[in-house]
């Protein structure tokens, strides 16, 4: 009789399951879906924006690329999201160490970790005026400074994912290294660093695109139009009336292919960080 049960829930789920998995499709394409069909349009055929064009115009994407200086602006922002994704996990991942393997031992370490983590809770609004003067004090408004920046921005965040995963990493492991005389350098980089490739994985996809997408920082702090980014580039299509939308939506694509690229390169090991650190 249970058996029969669980046969009719389940024969009564496949309906509701396969409706959830088409609204969840349709949500996703949609948009892209618009974004494409705009993007290929003439400017003249734009009464309706869901129909297929009367004539493919691939010239929205050549002029978008000139318009926006699409190689200095992508270069730009490819070296900001590079560097501060290298030096984010190797100085983020080092800090959680050494606060993780230290709160029990000295009050310093206890207090600097409860002094990231409470930086959580700070909008960046909040900060963003005195961060502009502080920054234009110390010259730090330029590619260089704003991706120091996003390190620094990001150690909240990256201290409290990297704290959870050291805490279950046994400490015999740190022991049995320093009697074969390894340093703590040595430990977190030969021993402690390739077991948080989980957590790591995480704290990669999260930096890459909260940097590769980010507006604000650079809009507030990039008034150098030769060190500007991808995201910054887009109010080239904005006019004082109107909007160019079809080479506006056409950068908005050129600007979403590099991290399509990037999934579809390292999707295995996306995926692979994300259920180990969720299984974990």
């Known amino acids: 009789m249970k058996q029969n049960t669980v046969k009719v829930k389940e024969r009564y789920n496949w309906p509701v399951t396969i409706l959830l998995i088409i609204g969840i499709v349709l949500v996703i394409l949609l948009p892209l879906y618009m974004a494409l069909m705009i993007a290929i349009k003439d400017p003249t055929d734009m009464n309706n924006i869901l129909a297929l064009p009367r004539k493919i115009r691939l010239q929205n994407f050549a002029d978008a690329w000139v318009m926006t200086n699409f190689p200095r602006k992508f270069l730009n922002t490819a070296f900001i999201t590079v560097v501060n994704l290298i030096f ?20 310093f370490f206890s207090l600097m970790y409860y002094y990231f983590i409470s930086a959580m809770f700070i909008p960046f609004q909040v900060i963003m005026l005195p961060l502009v003067v502080q920054a234009n004090a110390f010259h ?19 201290t409290f994912l990297y704290t959870g995963a050291v805490k279950a990493i046994p400490e015999a492991l740190d022991e049995a290294a320093m009697i074969d005389e390894a340093n703590p350098i040595q430990i977190f980089f030969r021993i402690i660093f390739p077991v948080l490739k989980p957590t790591t994985a995480t704290v990669a996809i999260l930096s890459f695109m909260w940097t590769w997408n980010d507006f604000t920082m650079p809009l507030v702090l990039l008034s150098d139009e030769s060190q500007q980014t991808l995201q910054l580039a887009q109010y080239v299509f904005k006019k004082q009336f109107s909007v160019d939308y079809n080479l506006a939506f056409a950068s908005y694509l050129l600007v979403l292919l590099p991290v399509l690229i990037v999934y579809i390169f390292c999707q295995k090991w996306i995926m692979n960080g994300v259920v180990a650190g969720a299984v974990k």
């Open 88 to 107: 984010t996990l190797i100085t983020n991942s080092f800090a959680a160490y050494a606060i993780t393997r230290n709160r029990k031992k000295s009050k």
């Open 140 to 158: 730090l408004d330029n590619i260089f400074g704003i991706t120091f920046l996003y390190i620094i921005f990001g150690l909240p965040m990256n």
